[in-house]
């Protein structure tokens, strides 16, 4: 069976960095997804990036409006509408049809912290797609560690959802190395994202998320 990736990149646009990834992913004809921050993007220039994304084919989707706190760790019941809605709404037109939603995860964990029940319930209500991941190989802090890191999931997996962040780390100046080292195993390369991963399509409910959810919240 030919080995799949999906390819992620959160916390983005960044000039200077995501004009680098657009090129590389350009370069090889390969598809991703972006989800972005609602608070960055309305910082000067960042709409023009992600729309430049956007007009060559790839996914955006929603990181959450602040990537401040965990759904799991807070008992407000405004939180969901304020980090998922509030984002959602500066995405605008920007946004697919699916409405792509990944949650902060704090450093790639999923565990009870991701969810509170209100946060799952909105997504379910207003008919989002919740993106999740099997891949984090913690590029923000190792710069080209995360290659070799990356690849060792790839090799272990069928099909791969690879979370990279478009940030100024310097780990996207080794992206054009290892797609080529990608496709040189054979790895199809697609934008489609896996049944195991999107436990919410469209707001209903497809995979389990009881793992996810803190039960001290509402």
Same mark, same amino acid.
């Given at each position: 069976?030919?080995?799949?990736?999906?390819?992620?990149?959160?916390?983005?646009?960044?000039?200077?960095?995501? +004009?680098?990834?657009?090129? +590389?992913?350009?370069?090889?004809?390969?598809?991703?997804?972006?989800?972005?921050?609602?608070?960055?993007?309305?910082?000067?220039?960042?709409?023009?990036?992600?729309?430049?994304?956007?007009?060559?084919?790839?996914?955006?989707?929603?990181?959450?409006?602040?990537?401040?706190?965990?759904?799991?760790?807070?008992?407000?019941?405004?939180?969901?509408?304020?980090?998922?809605?509030?984002?959602?709404?500066?995405?605008?037109?920007?946004? +697919?049809?699916?409405?792509?939603?990944?949650?902060?995860?704090?450093?790639?964990?999923?565990?009870?912290?991701?969810?509170?029940?209100?946060?799952?319930?909105?997504?379910?209500?207003?008919?989002?797609?919740?993106?999740?991941?099997?891949?984090?190989?913690?590029?923000?802090?190792?710069?080209?560690?995360?290659?070799?890191?990356?690849?060792?999931?790839?090799?272990?997996?069928?099909?791969?959802?690879?979370?990279?962040?478009?940030?100024?780390?310097?780990?996207?100046?080794?992206?054009?190395?290892?797609?080529?080292?990608?496709?040189?195993?054979?790895?199809?390369?697609?934008? +489609?994202?896996?049944?195991?991963?999107?436990?919410?399509?469209?707001?209903?409910?497809?995979?389990?998320?009881?793992?996810?959810?803190?039960?001290?919240?509402?």
């Amino acid at each position: 069976m030919t080995r799949r990736l999906t390819l992620t990149f959160d916390n983005g646009p960044t000039p200077g960095v995501t +004009e680098h990834v657009l090129e +590389e992913l350009a370069r090889r004809g390969i598809l991703a997804t972006f989800f972005v921050v609602g608070r960055d993007l309305q910082r000067d220039g960042r709409r023009t990036l992600v729309q430049r994304a956007k007009d060559a084919g790839h996914w955006i989707g929603n990181h959450t409006m602040t990537h401040s706190i965990q759904f799991g760790t807070s008992d407000d019941p405004a939180l969901p509408a304020a980090e998922i809605t509030a984002a959602q709404h500066v995405l605008g037109e920007l946004a +697919e049809p699916d409405k792509y939603f990944r949650p902060w995860g704090g450093g790639g964990i999923l565990g009870p912290d991701l969810f509170s029940p209100a946060a799952l319930e909105l997504l379910q209500r207003d008919g989002y797609s919740c993106v999740l991941w099997n891949s984090v190989p913690r590029d923000w802090e190792d710069a080209t560690g995360w290659v070799d890191r990356a690849l060792a999931d790839i090799r272990s997996q069928d099909w791969t959802v690879l979370v990279l962040h478009d940030i100024p780390s310097g780990a996207m100046d080794h992206l054009g190395a290892f797609l080529d080292l990608v496709i040189a195993e054979g790895v199809q390369i697609v934008q +489609e994202l896996p049944d195991a991963c999107v436990p919410i399509r469209r707001g209903a409910l497809v995979g389990s998320v009881d793992h996810l959810v803190h039960p001290t919240t509402s």
